[in-house]
């Protein structure tokens, strides 16, 4: 809280008011006094004047000066009730849900300190209510494509299952066609559910990490290495520029697996075939700066980085109902959760994403 002047206090200024008043009512007084005693000897001879007479008098004449002082007072002090009116029809207004509406600040004393808390009050709780409208939309959003991506692969088990239970197959060769197909619908719907079950986790405020410190070169070594023939299989070369110097980084190591595993995955999933995928390693100032690069003819929208969310697919994906869409969100929410970045650039037909992550001193 700001410290208020002495002088912008509200009771000095109510004191400045009343002695204001006080002086005002004093000179108002005995401006009208003369006037009012000669009137009244007109019409009393003062010789006279008994002595109720001379308490009613002076009676009359002290209610004048408080009724002076009084009118002086709500006179000055009328600006300040006014903005004090302000602030509670403000107050009211916010309550009955009018969030965001702010009072102008008039003054530098508490009353205009209360009006600035106020706003912040009200601007916060507008700014928590659209978040959390925001996060009502994306929760209903999820359900939405969950239950539609969840249900297709689930229909065609069924469908299939129930070809099987009815004999409506030729020969033995549809049969296992069959149960071809039903096992990859069921290991989608599985891939799907982990990583519904991965991204709900990790959604979560209260996602935990199981930090280890390695060396990211040598654990990128090994996992490029494990993917060579897969990436062969698929007409793919490796340029493989991992650097031979340690990389120490202080990771949850099972989850930055599944990053780089996605990103592999996902070059080999989307590139263009045959070609080739870069892979690069290297520290760069306090960073560890990994960078996966793939052919593709264009890019699935203008801003490359719309990649990262929740449940984005583009054509092939959706196409080949390849991919669920969540795993580079997944990658984004593992990556800040490590103090790290994400992110992803296309440049002359080539994809590049690039990861960083504090190197561990
Ligand atoms: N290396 C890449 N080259 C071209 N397109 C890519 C690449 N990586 C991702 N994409 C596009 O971004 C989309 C989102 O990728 P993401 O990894 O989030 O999900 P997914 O691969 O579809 O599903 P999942 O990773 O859960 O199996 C993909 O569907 C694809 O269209
Ligand atoms: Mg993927």
Redesign the pocket.
């Known amino acids: 809280m700001r410290n208020i002047k002495f002088s912008n206090k509200l009771s000095i200024q109510l004191l400045v008011m009343i002695v204001i008043s006080l002086f005002g009512a004093i000179f108002f007084m005995s401006i009208i006094s003369r006037p009012i005693l000669s009137f009244i000897s007109m019409i009393i001879n003062p010789n006279e004047f008994s002595i109720l007479q001379a308490s009613v008098a002076f009676i009359l004449w002290f209610s004048l000066a408080i009724i002076t002082f009084v009118v002086i007072f709500i006179l000055l002090v009328r600006k300040k009730i006014m903005y004090l009116k302000l602030i509670s029809d403000t107050v009211q207004h916010i309550a009955s849900g009018k969030l965001g509406q702010t009072i102008d600040i008039k003054g530098k004393d508490e009353l205009s300190q209360l009006a600035q808390n106020i706003n912040y009050m009200s601007k916060e709780l507008e700014n928590k209510f659209i978040h959390e409208r925001q996060l009502e939309k994306e929760k209903n959003e999820l359900i939405t494509n969950i239950s539609h991506d969840l249900r297709t692969p689930l229909t065609s088990i069924i469908g299939y299952l129930n070809l099987i239970k009815v004999g409506q197959y030729k020969n033995e060769g549809q049969l296992h066609e069959y149960f071809e197909t039903i096992y990859s619908k069921s290991q989608r719907l599985k891939?799907l559910i982990d990583?519904l079950f991965e991204f709900t986790r990790l959604s979560g405020t209260d996602a935990m990490l199981n930090m280890s410190n390695v060396d990211l070169a040598s654990l990128l070594q090994q996992i490029v290495g494990e993917y060579i023939p897969i990436f062969e299989e698929q007409q793919l070369s490796v340029k493989n520029s991992i650097t031979e110097e340690d990389i120490p980084v202080l990771i949850d190591i099972e989850k930055i697996v599944r990053v780089y595993e996605?990103?592999l995955?996902?070059?080999i999933?989307?590139?263009q075939k045959p070609s080739m995928i870069q892979v690069s390693l290297k520290a760069e100032s306090n960073t560890a700066v990994l960078k996966?690069s793939?052919k593709?003819e264009n890019p699935?929208m203008d801003d490359v980085n719309k990649?990262?969310d929740r449940f984005?697919?583009?054509?092939?994906?959706?196409i080949d109902a390849?991919?669920?869409?969540?795993?580079?969100?997944?990658?984004k929410r593992i990556i800040e959760l490590h103090n790290g970045d994400i992110g992803a650039e296309y440049k002359e037909r080539w994809?590049t994403?690039i990861v960083e992550l504090p190197l561990y001193k």
């Open positions: 891939h990583e996605n990103l995955i996902n070059a999933k989307y590139s996966v793939n593709m699935p990649m990262f984005f697919r583009g054509d092939k994906a959706r390849q991919g669920t869409g969540l795993g580079l969100s997944i990658s994809i994403f």
